[in-house]
């Protein structure tokens, strides 16, 4: 099953799955885009039930006041890093995005932009970045979509002043993996990006109440 986000430049290239062949396939599909992203949201979530994944909660770390940026990471950044970008911005979150393996210039991906502009957001000026190509600040906040997202920016040997947090701990229910939805069904596109709303939404309001809380905010 494809699980790329849209790494490389043929990735606007629509990626065909067989058809579901009963109704509990086709559930699974438009609630977690394939049965390895099932098991890896569960495995994630067991993850977070243990403990496993508190370095990767900002309110561990001195909490949100100590970032500045929102830089939402998956791997492509032409699907769901894409669009966590758009709908913070539309909050009035400082927020960017950026990819871990793609090509720089990238446009967003059809299916995404589509159910994008069904939400009221437009990813047309969207160009995907790729993290050789971006230039981190002190102060931001790496929000991965995935556990082995984070870890591969935990490995990286990031500037001093940048954290990584899992956007998933942002959601209600509980969904720390968010499952790459590039090549899969416009079903599970509308999934992801409920979740991801869900997720931005929850964010942002600790954001915004974390910064007003500052000293100096006005």
Wanted: charged share 20%; with cysteine.
């Amino acid at each position: 099953m494809p699980d790329t986000d849209g790494i490389g430049p043929s990735s606007q290239s629509f990626v065909k799955i067989p058809p579901a062949r009963n109704a509990v396939q086709r559930a699974m599909r438009s609630r977690y885009g394939t049965f390895r992203g099932l098991v890896r949201l569960l495995l994630a979530n067991l993850e977070k039930t243990i403990g496993n994944l508190e370095k990767y909660n900002p309110a561990n770390d001195g909490g949100l006041a100590a970032y500045t940026r929102l830089v939402f990471v998956c791997q492509g950044n032409i699907c769901r890093s894409a669009y966590a970008e758009y709908r913070a911005r539309a909050l009035g979150l400082p927020s960017v995005s950026l990819g871990l393996s793609t090509c720089t210039g990238q446009p967003v991906f059809r299916l995404a932009a589509e159910e994008a502009e069904r939400r009221g957001l437009d990813l047309s000026n969207h160009q995907s970045t790729d993290i050789h190509d971006f230039e981190f600040r002190s102060g931001d906040l790496l929000v991965a979509m995935e556990v082995r997202q984070a870890r591969q920016l935990s490995a990286r040997g990031l500037p001093s002043g940048v954290g990584i947090a899992l956007l998933g701990h942002w959601t209600a229910p509980l969904r720390i993996h968010i499952h790459d939805p590039y090549g899969l069904e416009a079903s599970y596109f509308d999934t992801c990006f409920a979740v991801i709303d869900n997720a931005v939404g929850r964010l942002g309001h600790a954001w915004q109440v974390a910064h007003k809380s500052l000293p100096d905010a006005t």
